[in-house]
């Protein structure tokens, strides 16, 4: 008899990561996605101070990290693409995710807003400390496609029908394949959206 060995990932924060601030909902999201759906995530695993999140000490820096159990399968990387099928599958599982995070919003949830503001301001994670220097007509074109972006999200709006709880970075590393489920990790760039 031969028993089945169980594998785990381990995320460790950096003290200056914007998102450390927001673990412990994230935990408490990939808790109720485990708990309400058969979507496959990367379940936390608690610690023996009875959290998920844990905070440590290296070097005189205090780091946050969290370990959680392997999504199986495999990654579907191809030359041509994932493909229609895997394709369709991934987006079932992102209606799957919407669905649920619509309606979840425990007392105390905190999230970071991936709004034109959470994107593109100044105060994005994302916005870069010097921005690249590009040429005029390069330049133009980033500006258009911003300008476009704010005009379509302030479209939208952030009512519950456009705006909800999402994975952030639903790409092909972030999704594995397993007997035609699709099983979704990292939820470190989780957000509303």
């Known amino acids: 008899m031969t028993s089945k ?3 785990y990932a381990l995320r460790i924060y950096r003290p200056h990561d914007p998102m450390r601030l927001f673990l412990t909902s994230q935990v ?9 759906t058969s979507l496959p995530v990367p379940v936390p695993v608690i610690n023996r101070r009875g959290t ?13 990290a969290t370990l959680t159990r392997w999504v199986s399968g495999e990654r ?7 493909g229609v099928r895997v394709l369709f599958e991934v987006g079932r599982a992102m209606a799957t995710l919407h669905r649920h995070g619509q309606s979840f919003r425990p007392k105390g949830f905190r999230a970071p807003r991936w709004d034109f ?22 330049r133009k074109l980033f500006d258009s496609i911003t300008a476009r972006c704010r005009e379509v999200m302030c479209t939208l709006g952030d009512g519950a029908e456009a705006f909800g709880l999402i994975h952030g970075d639903c790409t092909q590393a972030n999704y594995f394949r ?8 990292d939820f470190g760039s989780f957000g509303l959206g």
């Open 5 to 7: 060995k169980t594998s």
């Open 28 to 36: 408490r999201w990939l808790e109720a996605l485990a708990r309400d």
């Open 52 to 64: 998920a999140v844990t905070i440590f000490r290296s070097n005189g820096e205090r780091f946050r």
């Open 76 to 82: 579907r990387f191809r030359a041509t693409g994932p």
């Open 117 to 138: 503001s959470g994107l593109f301001g100044r105060a994005s994670a994302w916005h870069p400390a010097h921005p690249p220097k590009l040429h005029a007509s390069t």
């Open 178 to 185: 397993d007997l035609g489920r699709i099983g979704l990790v």
